[in-house]
């Protein structure tokens, strides 16, 4: 089996309504996302919802065979006075969507997950796949949730758009070629006989 990881940069986070944040700014160390807070739909109902986007850079097939999609790296940080966090990613192959990866409440550590600072890996940022050995056919791109959970104070001296920070560093995803590419290049390298049988597993 051989696997790369692809990464892109946080600079390319695209948000779904700009007019739902105080601003988006694009920095060297990624994306911030200061939002303007919790408002009222149409109808009344309080919107404590965002979403945003990114697209990853996604490998073509090798000898005809397609990449399986493997573990997905969010590299994030939640400003630490802040009740915003991550709480869902749907993870979608062009217009397929493959499923949703939930960040809930973390009792062990009596926090949500999808908030706090892990800008390095660990291991409150790498997240299993929501499909297993799902073949990837297109471009993998993916969208976040985020959400309030509280509404901070509207001191004078600290403007509630300070308490709504979200930045993206950096976003990847693992791509997974099964052991039969290795078999197919050791057998034109003439390192494996011709008319061997794979024992790879179906």
């Not at 105080?22 to 919107?47: C, I, K």
Request: with cysteine; proline share 8%.
């Amino acid at each position: 089996m051989s696997a790369t990881t692809s990464w892109i940069h946080g600079n390319a986070l695209r948000v779904e309504d700009p007019g739902e944040y105080a601003n988006v700014r694009h920095r060297g160390w990624g994306s911030e996302l200061n939002y303007a807070g919790p408002r009222d739909d149409e109808d009344g109902q309080n919107l404590s919802w965002r979403w945003c986007h990114i697209g990853v850079p996604t490998p073509t097939p090798v000898d005809g065979v397609e990449p399986e999609l493997g573990r997905i790296f969010v590299l994030y940080k939640t400003d630490s006075t802040s009740d915003l966090h991550i709480t869902q990613i749907d993870v979608y192959d062009a217009g397929n969507k493959l499923g949703s990866i939930p960040l809930g409440y973390d009792k062990a550590a009596n926090d949500w997950l999808g908030s706090g600072d892990h800008r390095s890996l660990d291991k409150y940022n790498q997240f299993a796949p929501p499909v297993n050995k799902y073949r990837v056919q297109n471009g993998i791109g993916l969208s976040f949730a985020c959400l309030f959970t509280v509404i901070p104070p509207n001191e004078p001296e600290t403007p509630a758009t300070q308490y709504w920070q979200l930045t993206i560093a950096a976003v990847g995803v693992e791509f997974i070629w099964p052991i039969l590419i290795e078999e197919q290049r050791a057998t034109f390298e003439g390192k494996i006989p011709l008319g061997h049988v794979s024992q790879r597993q179906p």
